[in-house]
């Protein structure tokens, strides 16, 4: 990044403010003649006598010319308009492409952070320097040069006129700038370090915020609510002072020059008024000076606020500049563009008087330095005693971070001084925390092959003009110029040809990992578009038929009640009765029904209004006897009661009021509220008799009406077809076609049992574990388990067919059995490749080839398990500890 922001706009808008700056030069001589031309008008056309006059060849009369003048002023109000227009739409372009351009380099320097500088800045103060200090510099850009140039020049054309005019109207309309000149700078400079305090006040907040954020629990679990408020309201104290003395010196800034601005007329209408009276100044000078006097308020107003803005973004742009430039940030060397093929790492692993310390906060943490060597076609177990460095050897093994001192190579490939292509690409590491991105399971399993564009995105041809368009913007801004639409999938690194084989890798890679499983289940969960993937869903109703085939048994059929259109299920709401389908449409979604007009005149029509409302009385009467004395956190809320603890008192008081009323005497609000209650109504779970058969029959009238009438309308509900996929539900649910009866013991494990047979039957098993891919992880990975984001990332790290591969105790959170599947097959898939693990049990490096044993960060022991396990080594206490 450039030191200072003028370097920053000369070097890469320099060609962008020579345009704005000759189009304002073009604008002044027009500006001229439109403050000059109004004089002309009065004195000549309007007050002149010499009639006609001589214009370019032809005689004008009076009328005619000042016709004439009029549209010649007109004109030049055109040409002046054009040219601020086009300086103003140019300056835009500008700013936002150089605001582009500063959050790139901005992105790019966090890339290049050394991993200690993350954990003494927070993602909060990183974000909010990219996103939203970045913007009013980035904004000032366009007007750095051309505004100034614009106004002060406005300003000096003004100036000049009335001069011409009359020198001593001139030397009047500039008597007070000198004063305005010393005193606002000095009141800038005040304002500017308040500003500065601000920005690291409210930086300091945004920390705290992400800190309280990020730790929520601990406040929960603590109750320290109170306290977190109050130390909140302090820190926005701190800053409400700073601000208020900020607005006291702009407001006293600003009346200031309102009062000069207003004082200057004084002179104009006093020494002006005199000169007219003398004879000494024409009336239509005059005039002509007071009008330009008005304009010149504005370019002065204007440089005064831009010199405030240049001070404000000066400060934001050096603040950017320091937190931007950490000590041990990476050099841009290791991110040079690399060739289309890097050779495979083969040979010894050698470590030189290797330095695992790192640098916080001014001092060093000094733990001595370490040599080693393995064979990179060994199995190496790392071991540490307590905090021993085991972590940091690992990531400066994988090339995640770099050494102090010393170096590490392999075979001929020095890591400490080789780019991320070697890096990224030969070697893979998996942390204790593993990072998952926004997106599916299938985004973030080939994230790890996602390195450049490997084949370019194809495009029909008006797609790949707009396509050529933005990318040339794009680098015109400096931005990256590579097509994010292109494939960028390294095929080869994955040991595939193509897309296909890309698939049966992943299925491989996951049974790997013990994941393949749980994307099953996920996948059953998960649903697809059918018309996008016709055949499956062909395959999903074949499942139906054959389950439905199975379900004929009488020990099973009891299990599940399948959807049929001429029957009530008693395991569905009453809501899902009368919808017969998945609601597509939030207005149709089981907390709207009451107030839904359409389901309103379904009810209306079938006479069950009246008929719900009534129900709606002895649902809420039944759940406030039952529930007035059970806890508020109690399960059997969530599992029995239509109505929530919060809304007990609420229910109650309605049932007082209408005690005795007639329907027609209750309120809206109260007629909603307890004609909500029966779409919430299970019969099989509730067991409370308000659905008689009679009932049912007369609901199953309603629900035909519903879908009937529904008419263009039926997008918003995907009705439940026995010969048809519904996309809105899951495969399972799809299969099944049905609900689980309830109450029924095991019922949930034999039906998914069932499922499961003829999924494997039917050869469906790898395609609903591809659906399962898309699975959407959540903010982190959080939808999924703990457990499976480590599977999930350590899944990633094998698929792009590493070198090498550093575990750092990734398995210390999964079971003993999962943990010794996963160990074994990845013993088998790196048989000849090199394999790091740091082991969160000692025991476990007797099935390692050879092991690192450090202590305070330095290898104090390495050999053969064998050779290293014996009586006084600090392996074998280590073993012996557990």
Known sequence: ????????????????????????????????????????????????????????????????????????????????????????????????????????????????????????????????????????????????????????????????????????????????????????????????????????????????????VSGIQEVHAHDTSRFELADFSERMGRIYAVRLLIYRLKFFVKFLNNFIDKLTPFFFYSIGGYLVIRGSLSFGALVAVLAAYKDIAAPWKELLTYYESREDVRIKYDSLVESFHPPGVIDERFRAAESDSLPRLSGDVVAVNVNLSEEAEGMTLSVGSSSFKFGLNQRVAVIDKGAGGADRLAIVLAGVDRPRSGSISIGNVRLTDAPEATTGRRISYVGQEPRLGLGTVRDNLLYSLKHKPMRPAVYDEATRLERERVLEEAATAGNSAHDINADWIDYEAAGVAGPEQLADRVVKVLSMVDLADDLYQLGLRGSFDPVAQPELARRVLEARRTVRERLTDPAIAPLVELFDRDRYNSNMTIAENLLFGTPLDKRFDIENLSSNAYMRKVLQDAGLTVDFIEMGRKLAAIMVDLFADVAPDSDLFEQYSFISADDLPLFQSILTRTDGAGHGAMSDADRNLLLSLPFKLISARHRLGLVDEAMQARLLVARHAFAAGLGDGAAAVAFFDPEGFNAALSIQDNILFGRLAYGKARGAGELGALVGAVVEKLELRRAVTEVGLDYSVGIGGSRLTGAQRQKLA??????????????????????????????RNLFKEFEGRGLVWVLHRASLCSEFEHVLVLDGGKVVEQGRSADLNRSGTLLHSLVAAG
């Open 1 to 212: 990044m450039e030191p200072t922001i003028f370097k920053f706009i000369l070097k890469y808008s320099r060609r962008e403010q020579i345009v704005l700056l000759i189009a304002t030069l073009i604008s002044f001589p027009f500006l001229y003649l439109s403050l000059d031309l109004p004089k002309t008008i009065i004195n000549q056309a309007i007050g002149g006598t010499k009639f006609p006059r001589v214009v370019w060849g032809y005689q004008l009369d009076q009328l005619p010319y000042l016709a004439l003048l009029c549209g010649l002023f007109l004109l030049l109000v055109f040409v002046n308009g054009g040219i601020k227009y086009f300086i103003n739409v140019y300056r835009g372009v500008v700013s936002e492409r150089m605001l582009r351009r500063l959050r790139y380099q901005l992105f790019s320097r966090v890339l290049k952070f050394p991993l200690l500088q993350f954990r003494k800045q927070s993602q909060g103060e990183i974000i909010a320097m990219i996103t939203a200090e970045s913007e009013p510099i980035a904004g000032f850009v366009g007007d750095s040069i051309a505004l100034p140039a614009l106004q002060g020049g406005t300003l000096l054309t003004i100036l000049i006129f009335m001069f011409v005019q009359d020198p001593i109207l001139g030397v009047a309309a500039v008597a007070l700038y000198p004063m305005q000149a010393y005193l606002i700078p000095k009141l800038q400079r005040r304002v500017n370090q308040l500003s500065k305090q601000r920005v690291v006040m409210v930086r300091d907040l945004s920390n705290r915020i992400n800190e309280v």
């Open 794 to 823: 350590i899944a990633r790290a094998v698929l792009k067919g590493p070198d090498l591969l550093v575990i750092d105790r990734a398995t210390a959170s999964l079971d003993p059995a999962t943990q010794e599947r996963i160990m």
